[in-house]
């Protein structure tokens, strides 16, 4: 058994395109109509064939409250792995991105939490 494809509720698929690619630096894997919405996947550069996180449309009623109470308490929806943290913060600060926690060296892992503007906070981390 392994992860195929993981999944990050989104408000707006293709504002959440832009993000992931233009800022995070993720490829679009999979973009396939799916009713209303699509069926939009990225991936890493890195391992293209690798896990694919979906794009998916925050339309369930459970998923608002979910979420804002997520971002209202600073807990990360999920989170990536990077190699350099500081360098990492430094080059999406360049970008536009925001950051609610700086780079914070927590012994084991080095964190920082950035708003992905489509609903979420993400960790980035790297580990020691």
Same mark, same amino acid.
């Given at each position: 058994m392994r992860i195929h494809v993981t999944s990050v509720f989104v408000d707006d698929q293709a504002k959440a395109l832009a993000f992931y690619t233009e800022k995070l630096g993720f490829? /679009? /894997?999979t973009d396939v109509p799916a009713g209303e %919405?699509?069926?939009l996947t990225v991936v890493s550069? %890195?391992?293209p064939d690798g896990v694919e996180l979906l794009l998916e449309p925050a339309g369930h009623? %459970?998923?608002g409250p979910f979420q804002q109470a997520l971002v %209202?308490?600073?807990i990360p929806f999920t989170s990536f792995a990077v190699d350099d943290v500081y360098a990492e913060v430094e080059r999406l600060k360049g970008l536009g991105v925001e950051f609610t926690q700086e780079a914070t060296d927590l012994g084991p892992v080095i964190t920082a939490v950035l708003d992905d503007t489509c609903g979420n906070l993400?960790?980035?981390a790297t580990m020691r």
């Amino acid at each position: 058994m392994r992860i195929h494809v993981t999944s990050v509720f989104v408000d707006d698929q293709a504002k959440a395109l832009a993000f992931y690619t233009e800022k995070l630096g993720f490829i /679009k /894997k999979t973009d396939v109509p799916a009713g209303e %919405a699509r069926w939009l996947t990225v991936v890493s550069p %890195a391992d293209p064939d690798g896990v694919e996180l979906l794009l998916e449309p925050a339309g369930h009623p %459970a998923v608002g409250p979910f979420q804002q109470a997520l971002v %209202a308490d600073g807990i990360p929806f999920t989170s990536f792995a990077v190699d350099d943290v500081y360098a990492e913060v430094e080059r999406l600060k360049g970008l536009g991105v925001e950051f609610t926690q700086e780079a914070t060296d927590l012994g084991p892992v080095i964190t920082a939490v950035l708003d992905d503007t489509c609903g979420n906070l993400i960790q980035i981390a790297t580990m020691r």
